[in-house]
């Protein structure tokens, strides 16, 4: 998901210049860097750098992956559009209650017996391995450094406000020094200390939703004091679909479901885990991290609209001030402090998945895509993360609009190009090398350019058709015509012990 | 049941969707019924995508059958609901678990009703149809084969006298 949400200044600073606030956000900072400092020292290859020597356990992976999933949107922009848009909104996160699952049983598996019968430590090197085809692990890894600096530059962006709003440095100095702390433990310690710092913002993250609901609940005098004060004055923002045609709501649901297989920060994380057979439990684990801290995104929004409703409160010039406002007016500062604590910790869980991912795609992929080794991996690793970090800063200081623009079309890109190559490809014999190129580029031309026509305002879609929803069709269907006439070379394209992974 | 009807379901179910957005460029937009397909399409494309990955050696055990079909179950019942109740969204409306009955029925029918038995179910069949010791040795005897056999291609390759 997108951070664009807070693209709009955050809240107003004075009001997050609160002791409490800036002690448990200073805490946090500490925590972070005592993490970082303990997973350096523990980093001593390109293994432990990108796949954290394949030694995590089930619940750090499980909060880990919950972490990079949910962005600083959960905490802002969702609970901003719940506020804006209604239960319409809750549409883009309505599939979680399925997609763990689904995730275990097309992804899990595969991927952690891929990596580690091949020592994989890519997600483009899982769709090279099964296909044998560097030209498909090259074109993936393009399509990921294309959405990885978009999706860092604008949640560098949310991060430099939030910091600005909480500590006074400008949003230039905020933008920076949000880069330089997730840089600093992202580089020294790699994917090792952003598992790990993953799993403390996610239990930060948890902790606030849960008890931010709690106050949500006894702010609106429970769920059905919220609902009567909503439903009094609006009929349509508590109807099935909330402020949308039922076509936009079911394609949120569409995308944000299938899309969930083509999230390269969460299937990265299947190769770190340690003993394989411990992913019984990631569904549960996964499902029940993630719909705790789900709670917050549904009940902000709709205590603050039924606050508005009641007259208790006037409108809020921007629908992302919600979450800012009811902690601000409604929680003790304490609890204020741990939601934006939450925020950043948000933001900075999904950034240093994807300068992981970015520095592997560069440092890893595209030289094996063009048959060359890069002879110090770890070290090269370090050098484009800070490369790529300083690139996604620069782009943070662009327009607003254009970085919103890179960021927003993250997670659509992400879907078009891989879920056809590897969610279904690992699962299916019958996919051929031509057709997960032919889909990767399909996926990648069409989301790229109809979202510059769509930001250019060259054309408008019809109500209920997304881009991401139509490139992620589009390419699954050309993913599947292109093996089925590619079908008598499917079988050669398949190494033995591939076959195997496929098998069991 | 064999991969292939998940594979079909799956490509049935992005025609579906694909039809749904297609209808949507008409003059004066989709036509209400067009919301089936996207959701006819999208519970098929989430539940024929898990009976692909539960599937093994071309076989979908029942319990993973079992979960698939009540996934897209729910879904479709929840979703259709929603279309076919009249609403009652307004003062006064009538509401189930704090929210009115269409809403109830989408937030906690597609949002919380999965959770209650996917997980349970994937837990359930793990040792006995997703992954075991006999799994994990037959993929570590694979791997070592291919080691085996890529050592013994580059000794055949490496010019005479050396020693890799």
Same mark, same amino acid.
């Given at each position: 998901?997108?951070?664009?949400?807070?693209? /709009?200044?955050?809240?107003p600073?004075a009001?997050l210049?609160?002791?409490?606030i800036?002690?448990?956000?200073l805490?946090? !900072?500490?925590?972070?860097?005592l993490?970082?400092?303990?997973a350096?020292?523990?980093?001593r290859?390109?293994?432990d750098f990108?796949?954290?020597?394949?030694?995590?356990?089930?619940?750090?992976?499980?909060?880990?992956?919950?972490a990079s999933?949910?962005?600083?949107?959960? !905490?802002?922009?969702?609970?901003?559009?719940?506020?804006?848009? +209604?239960?319409?909104?809750?549409?883009?996160?309505?599939?979680?209650s399925?997609?763990?699952?689904?995730?275990?049983w097309?992804?899990?598996?595969?991927?952690?017996l891929?990596?580690?019968?091949?020592?994989?430590?890519t997600?483009?090197?899982?769709?090279?391995?099964r296909?044998r085809s560097?030209?498909?692990?090259?074109?993936?890894?393009v399509a990921l450094?294309?959405?990885?600096?978009?999706?860092?530059?604008?949640?560098?962006?949310?991060?430099?406000?939030?910091?600005?709003?909480?500590?006074?440095t400008?949003?230039a100095?905020?933008?920076?020094?949000?880069?330089?702390?997730?840089l600093?433990?992202?580089?020294a +310690?790699?994917?090792?200390a952003?598992?790990?710092t993953?799993?403390?913002e +996610?239990?930060?993250?948890t902790?606030a939703s849960?008890?931010? !609901?709690?106050?949500v609940?006894? /702010?609106?005098?429970?769920?059905?004091?919220?609902?009567r004060?909503?439903?009094?004055?609006?009929?349509t923002?508590?109807?099935?679909?909330g402020?949308?045609?039922a076509?936009?709501?079911?394609?949120?649901?569409?995308?944000?479901?299938?899309g969930a297989?083509?999230?390269?920060?969460v299937?990265?994380?299947f190769y770190m885990?340690?003993d394989?057979?411990?992913?019984?439990?990631?569904?549960l684990?996964?499902?029940a991290?993630?719909?705790?801290?789900?709670?917050?995104?549904?009940?902000?929004?709709?205590?603050?609209?039924?606050?508005?409703?009641? &007259? /208790?409160?006037?409108a809020?010039a921007?629908?992302?001030d919600?979450?800012?406002?009811f902690?601000?007016?409604?929680?003790?500062?304490?609890?204020?402090?741990?939601v934006?604590?939450?925020?950043?910790a948000?933001?900075?869980?999904t950034v240093?998945s994807f300068?992981n991912?970015?520095a592997?795609a560069?440092?890893?992929?595209?030289?094996?895509?063009?048959?060359?080794r890069? $002879?110090?991996?770890?070290?090269?690793g370090r050098?484009?993360?800070?490369?790529l970090?300083?690139?996604a800063?620069?782009?943070a200081?662009?327009p607003?609009?254009?970085?919103?623009?890179?960021?927003i079309f $993250?997670?659509?890109l992400?879907?078009?190009?891989l879920v056809?190559s590897?969610a279904?490809?690992?699962?299916?014999?019958?996919a051929?090398?031509?057709g997960?190129i032919a889909s990767?580029?399909?996926?990648?031309v069409?989301?790229?350019?109809?979202e510059?026509?769509?930001?250019?305002?060259?054309?408008?879609?019809?109500? &209920?058709?997304?881009i991401?929803?139509?490139?992620l069709?589009?390419?699954?269907?050309?993913?599947f015509?292109v093996s089925r006439?590619?079908?008598?070379?499917a079988?050669?394209?398949?190494?033995?012990?591939?076959?195997v992974?496929?098998?069991? | 049941m064999?991969?292939?009807l998940?594979?079909a379901?799956?490509?049935?179910?992005?025609v579906?969707?694909?039809?749904?957005? @297609?209808?949507?460029?008409?003059?004066?937009g989709?036509?209400?019924?067009a919301?089936?397909?996207?959701?006819l399409?999208?519970a098929?494309?989430?539940?024929?995508?898990m009976?692909?990955g @539960?599937?093994?050696?071309?076989?979908?055990?029942?319990v993973?059958?079992?979960?698939c079909?009540?996934?897209?179950?729910v879904?479709?019942?929840?979703?259709? @609901?929603?279309?076919?109740?009249?609403a009652?969204e307004?003062?006064?409306?009538?509401?189930?678990?704090?929210?009115?009955?269409r809403?109830?029925? %989408?937030?906690?029918g %597609?949002?919380?009703?999965?959770?209650?038995?996917?997980?349970l179910?994937?837990?359930?069949?793990?040792?006995?149809d997703?992954?075991?010791?006999?799994?994990?040795?037959?993929?570590?005897?694979?791997a070592r084969?291919?080691?085996?056999?890529?050592g013994?291609?580059?000794d055949?390759?490496?010019?005479?006298?050396?020693?890799?």
């Open positions: 998901m997108s951070a664009s949400f807070l693209l /709009a200044e955050a809240a600073p009001a210049r609160q002791p409490a800036i002690g448990v956000a805490l946090y !900072f500490t925590a972070v860097a993490i970082g400092a303990w350096s020292r523990r980093t290859s390109a293994r990108f796949v954290a020597g394949q030694g995590i356990g089930i619940v750090t992976l499980a909060v880990a992956a919950m999933t949910l962005s600083g949107f959960a !905490f802002i922009g969702g609970p901003g559009l719940v506020y804006s848009a +209604g239960t319409g909104a809750v549409f883009i996160v309505l599939s979680a399925i997609t763990n699952t689904m995730g275990a097309v992804l899990a598996r595969r991927m952690r891929l990596g580690e019968a091949r020592g994989l430590i997600v483009p090197d899982a769709i090279g391995a296909f560097p030209a498909a692990q090259g074109l993936s890894a450094l294309v959405a990885v600096v978009g999706y860092m530059a604008s949640n560098f962006l949310a991060l430099g406000l939030v910091i600005d709003a909480m500590f006074g400008g949003l100095l905020g933008i920076w020094l949000a880069m330089l702390v997730t600093s433990y992202t580089a +310690g790699g994917i090792l952003g598992v790990y993953d799993l403390f +996610g239990a930060v993250k902790v849960v008890t931010v !609901f709690y106050f609940l006894r /702010a609106g005098g429970g769920l059905d004091g919220i609902s004060a909503i439903t009094a004055v609006d009929a923002f508590l109807g099935p679909w402020k949308m045609p076509l936009s709501a079911l394609s949120l649901f569409f995308v944000f479901g299938l297989l083509g999230q390269p920060h299937a990265h994380k885990l340690r394989p057979r411990r992913l019984k439990w990631y569904p684990l996964m499902s991290a993630m719909a705790l801290t789900l709670l917050l995104y549904v009940g902000v929004g709709l205590v603050m609209r039924a606050k508005v409703a009641d &007259g /208790a409160l006037p809020l921007r629908a992302d919600a979450t800012p406002a902690v601000l007016g409604f929680t003790p500062s304490v609890v204020a402090g741990l934006f604590a939450g925020v950043i948000a933001g900075m869980s240093n300068m991912i970015g592997a560069i440092t890893h992929d595209l030289p094996r895509a063009l048959g060359r890069v $002879g110090d991996e770890l070290r090269w050098v484009w993360t800070i490369v970090s300083l690139a800063v620069v782009l200081q662009l607003g609009a254009v970085v919103a623009f890179l960021g $993250g997670f659509g992400f879907a078009a190009t056809p590897l279904i490809g690992l699962n299916w014999k019958g051929t090398r031509e997960a990767i580029a399909t996926g990648l069409l989301t790229l350019t109809l510059t026509c769509a930001f250019l305002k060259l054309f408008t879609l019809p109500a &209920g058709v997304t991401s929803g139509l490139s069709v589009l390419s699954v269907l050309v993913f015509a006439l590619t079908r008598a070379r079988a050669a394209q398949l190494d033995d012990d591939v076959r992974v496929m098998e069991v | 064999t991969a292939r998940p594979l379901a799956l490509v049935l179910s992005c579906a969707i694909g039809g749904a957005y @297609a209808l949507a460029f008409l003059p004066g989709a036509p209400p019924w919301a089936w397909g996207l959701i399409g999208s098929g494309a989430l539940a024929a995508m009976a692909l @539960a599937t093994r050696n071309g076989r979908l055990r029942p993973a059958l079992v979960a079909l009540l996934t897209f179950g879904v479709v019942i929840a979703f259709g @609901a929603a279309l076919l109740l009249p009652d307004g003062p006064g409306a009538r509401l189930l678990l704090g929210l009115p009955l809403t109830a029925i %989408v937030l906690y %597609v949002g919380l009703v999965p959770l209650l038995f996917l997980p179910a994937y837990a359930a069949s793990f040792d006995a997703t992954l075991n010791e006999d799994d994990l040795d037959r993929v570590r005897r694979a084969e291919r080691e085996a056999m890529r013994r291609r580059a055949a390759d490496a010019p005479p006298g050396h020693t890799p």
